[in-house]
């Protein structure tokens, strides 16, 4: 849970970087473009990624920071307003996880006495510092992530031969995305395997697809 705010943005950023960046070139390149403009279709798609990662991960992130500071205004409202009504619906809270009214009051009253606004946030509203949204954190990450994975296909189709770059560039990203998926269940304590195959399945499906739709409509385009 400590590490799941940067963790989803860094995974998320990383995986579209690879999936997207090289669907895009596998997409140029069944179309039977020039090396050069696979090369220059991945590089728009890097900064352009990134940047839109980043973008909509601070806007996103941010609009739930905005609920939760203008909650917690309302709850210090609440607070000077109706002390007492505070108290008994902390007990109450504590009475419906299993304590003892009696306990539950003494609970609410005690963790008031040290800190009310951030017992109330923790445990009516659920917000903590480990939860907290932090957009610029989760934009960086997202930004980051997202450069670092589209670098990945875009390395290979760099120094790829023209006559075997499609297959190159599908079976690296395959690895990487395979990488990633079982880094990122690791990391997150849930099964490496099954992470590891989910990603890649999606990767190869979105891939598939791309790579489609250049060879279809590419020639005639």
Do not use: C
């Not at 040290?114 to 934009?139: K, M």
């Amino acid at each position: 849970m400590q590490r799941i705010g940067w963790l989803r943005a860094a995974v998320l950023g990383a995986n579209d970087g690879i999936l997207s960046t090289s669907s895009l070139m596998l997409g140029v390149a069944t179309s039977r473009a020039s090396h050069a403009n696979i090369l220059v279709a991945g590089v728009a798609g890097l900064v352009a990624g990134a940047m839109s990662m980043a973008a909509g991960e601070y806007v996103s992130v941010h609009s739930q920071a905005d609920t939760e500071q203008a909650d917690l205004a309302l709850e210090r409202a609440e607070l000077k307003s109706d002390n007492r009504g505070e108290h008994a619906e902390l007990a109450a809270i504590y009475v419906a996880r299993g304590l003892d009214p009696a306990l539950a009051k003494q609970v609410a009253e005690q963790l008031m006495t040290r800190d009310a606004l951030g017992a109330h946030a923790r445990d009516e509203l659920g917000i903590s510092d480990i939860s907290v949204a932090r957009p610029v954190q989760a934009a960086l990450a997202s930004a980051g992530s997202f450069g670092v994975g589209a670098a990945m296909p875009l390395l290979v189709t760099v120094f790829a031969p023209e006559s075997s770059l499609i297959a190159l560039v599908a079976g690296t990203s395959l690895l990487f995305l395979t990488l990633l998926g079982a880094l990122a269940a690791r990391a997150g304590g849930a099964g490496v395997i099954v992470g590891a195959m989910r990603v890649a399945f999606w990767g190869a499906l979105a891939m598939a697809v791309t790579a489609g739709v250049g060879a279809l409509f590419g020639p005639v385009v």
